[in-house]
């Protein structure tokens, strides 16, 4: 889990956005939701965003913010 945990702090401080989809994709994380709270929780500022999929599904897209 902490490997997640950089990994996904890493893709962030890059300036990129990540969404539950990308964190399963590039990082094999099916909690995107916890690993941005433990985040948040080590005081790393991240917006949440929530969007539309192609399909109409509405979901989290994080920022670092």
Do not use: N, W
Not at 19 to 36: D, K, N, S, V
Request: glycine fraction near 8%; charged fraction near 30%.
């Amino acid at each position: 889990m902490e490997t997640q945990v950089r990994q996904i702090k890493a893709h962030l401080d890059r300036g990129r956005t990540i969404t539950p989809m990308e964190a399963l994709q590039l990082y094999g994380c099916f909690r995107l939701a916890a690993r941005i709270k433990d985040l948040r929780d080590s005081g790393f500022p991240i917006r949440t965003d929530i969007v539309e999929t192609e399909s109409g599904k509405r979901i989290a897209r994080y920022i670092k913010g």
